[in-house]
């Protein structure tokens, strides 16, 4: 499930990612869920948002039980194109680690703040399932190509504090100081959030047709029946490159 309560007097909507026995992982419903909650505390009245998750991990991304991953990764982007285009600031408090879709969703995100236990990856490669071209786009504008080229060539671990320093988050603290920040931020104007909200959107949109043909073409590959294989026997895949 997710959760939705109103604080700060309704200025702020908090949203929290609430499978803590999956470690956050949303499935194709949550995904649509997420998107719905987003669009409602805006539309509701909220000035920000902050997502964060449940127990120890902030969101280990898709829910890769779900059978159908296309259908799945759609809902994921379309939750992350109404994070970027709702008019108010988006907040993403990492908890915990954010992996996959949960690095996505914290770089959708406007603002970002990481609690001492968050850290970041990305192991697209690793499991054969692609990236957004305007994910990656993100992740350069956040924290720089090495950054990037680490994090889905390298299949790196990005720390709380290395995240900080190189500006892929923009605070470290905890969910307080999360809140507070959004508190002071539903006080500034409305029609000035948005507007530099919209200025500063960097990935979006991208060529839609173009990722989704090469989703589908490697959703349908040797390789990724040999993840999702290799997944379920718990061992390491052997890949062959078609």
């Not at 949550?30 to 127990?55: F, N, P, Y």
């Not at 991990?57 to 059978?67: K, T, V």
């Not at 001492?116 to 956040?142: Q, W």
Request: hydrophobic share 45%; proline share 5%; with cysteine.
């Amino acid at each position: 499930m997710i959760r939705h309560e109103q604080i700060a007097h309704g200025a702020v909507s908090l949203i929290t990612l609430d499978r803590p026995e999956r470690r956050n992982a949303l499935d194709a419903a949550h995904w649509s869920q997420l998107a719905s909650l987003v669009t409602e505390a805006a539309d509701g009245g909220a000035r920000v948002v902050v997502i964060t998750g449940e127990g120890s991990c902030f969101c280990a991304g898709g829910d890769l039980d779900e059978s159908a991953i296309e259908d799945m990764a759609e809902l994921l982007e379309k939750a992350f194109t109404v994070i970027r285009e709702v008019p108010v600031p988006v907040i993403a408090y990492i908890n915990g680690p954010a992996v996959g879709g949960g690095a996505q969703l914290a770089v959708s995100c406007d603002l970002r703040v990481a609690g001492p236990k968050a850290r970041f990856r990305v192991p697209a490669a690793a499991l054969s399932l692609p990236v957004n071209p305007g994910t990656i786009d993100r992740i350069v504008a956040l924290a720089g190509t090495g950054a990037a080229r680490a994090m889905l060539i390298g299949g790196d671990w990005i720390s709380a504090e290395r995240a900080h320093a190189l500006g892929l988050v923009e605070r470290v603290g905890e969910l307080d100081d999360a809140l507070n920040w959004a508190s002071e931020v539903a006080g500034f104007a409305p029609l000035l959030l948005s507007y530099f909200k919209e200025r500063l959107q960097v990935g979006n949109p991208t060529d839609r047709g173009e990722y989704s043909g090469f989703l589908r073409s490697v959703l349908e590959s040797e390789d990724h029946a040999e993840s999702v294989n290799a997944r379920a026997e718990n061992r390491a895949p052997r890949y062959i490159g078609r």
